[in-house]
């Protein structure tokens, strides 16, 4: 059964960056796309980035593309989200999760309802 678990979350000032990791267990993450997600107080969670099994292809949201980073690697079975210049709007419960599906492109993000695995989230505060 694979497991996911997000860590580096936290609070930083408006302009700061954040790493947030996605560890698995259970199983490997070779043959998955992983996606990142966010929902922030009473809105829905929506899809933030997208990264292919081999990492070749990734996609954003327009919302922080050009600000964030999805990489993975596979060797140590995490994918990563770098995320620089942060502002208020960033403020959400970061999740990532899981498609076991090796030839997933990616030119999308996909929905909530493709990923079959999710972590328990990570806080993101930006705030001055």
């Known amino acids: 059964q694979l497991q996911l678990v997000e860590s580096g979350g936290g609070l930083v000032q408006p302009g700061g960056s954040l790493r947030l990791s996605c560890a698995a267990s259970?199983?490997?993450?070779?043959?998955?796309?992983i996606g990142w997600f966010r929902q922030a107080p009473g809105k829905e969670r929506e899809g933030v980035s997208c990264?292919?099994?081999?990492?070749?292809?990734?996609n954003y949201a327009d919302s922080v593309k050009g600000r964030f980073i999805i990489a993975r690697d596979n060797d140590k079975n995490t994918v990563y989200l770098v995320m620089n210049s942060l502002t208020a709007e960033d403020t959400a419960v970061y999740y990532c999760?899981?498609?076991?599906?090796?030839?997933?492109?990616?030119?999308?993000?996909?929905?909530?309802?493709?990923?079959?695995?999710w972590g328990q989230g990570a806080q993101v505060t930006v705030s001055s």
């Open positions: 999760a899981a498609l076991i599906d090796q030839y997933a492109p990616c030119v999308r993000n996909y929905d909530v309802y493709e990923y079959e695995y």
């Open positions: 259970g199983s490997t993450l070779d043959y998955s796309a």
């Open positions: 990264i292919s099994s081999s990492g070749g292809r990734t």
